[in-house]
């Protein structure tokens, strides 16, 4: 089995263990994403990952190149959830998740259920918050209350004491602003 990674592995077990950051940047999100469906804790999960990615490395040289590098580190990023999970005593948790809950299927294709998928959704999230931030007061206002708090144009004009022309021009610069904000961020990955 060709495994991406080995050329990198096989510099990092020659003794350039600074190569082993290739590593841990490559897969640290889907590790985080991983443990996180265990730990349903993000703090928690970066902690186990790290853990993860510490035990992989001290473990390097009984890799056997049998199976794709990844796969070993999702066993051993679920071994050390686990071990998480009976230390923080959450055995019920343990007995709901799937030990193969992430991995990639046989297409290629990620489903939308993975952790990866979670991950992103939060990332999103923050990008939209932060997006939202960056608007003049006044526009947030607007967007809240379309769009948050689901009111109609006149709710809304009572609310803000002004017109619907007013309130729909206001709402439909903020969305304006937001779309190019949001742009910029998927332009940045």
């Known amino acids: 089995m060709q495994d991406d990674d080995k050329e990198i592995l096989d510099e990092i077990l020659n003794g350039n263990v600074s190569k082993y950051e290739i590593i841990i940047h490559k897969y640290q999100a889907r590790v985080i994403s991983l443990?996180?469906?265990?730990?349903?804790?993000?703090?928690?999960?970066?902690?186990?990952?790290?853990?993860?990615?510490?035990?992989?490395?001290?473990?390097?040289?009984?890799?056997?190149?049998?199976?794709?590098?990844?796969?070993?580190?999702?066993?051993?990023?679920?071994?050390?959830?686990?071990?998480?999970?009976?230390?923080?005593?959450?055995?019920?948790?343990?007995?709901?998740?799937s030990d193969n809950f992430g991995l990639i299927d046989n297409g290629g294709e990620i489903s939308a259920e993975t952790p990866y998928n979670v991950y992103n959704m939060q990332i999103m999230a923050e990008n939209i918050e932060s997006a939202y931030n960056t608007l003049p007061e006044d526009l947030k206002l607007m967007v809240k209350l379309r769009d948050i708090d689901d009111l109609?144009?006149?709710?809304?004009?009572?609310?803000?004491?002004?017109?619907?022309?007013?309130?729909?021009?206001?709402?439909?610069?903020?969305?304006?602003?937001?779309?190019?904000?949001?742009g910029k961020y998927a332009d940045d990955e």
């Not at 469906?37 to 990952?49: C, I, N, Q």
């Not at 040289?61 to 230390?87: G, P, V």
């Open 35 to 97: 443990c996180f469906k265990y730990t349903k804790s993000y703090p928690d999960a970066e902690d186990v990952a790290q853990e993860a990615f510490l035990k992989a490395f001290n473990s390097l040289d009984k890799f056997r190149f049998e199976s794709k590098f990844y796969s070993w580190l999702h066993r051993i990023a679920i071994n050390c959830s686990l071990n998480y999970i009976n230390s923080k005593e959450k055995v019920k948790e343990k007995e709901t998740i």
């Open 152 to 182: 109609s144009y006149d709710e809304m004009s009572r609310i803000a004491k002004l017109p619907i022309g007013t309130i729909k021009s206001k709402l439909h610069r903020a969305r304006d602003i937001l779309i190019k904000v949001l």
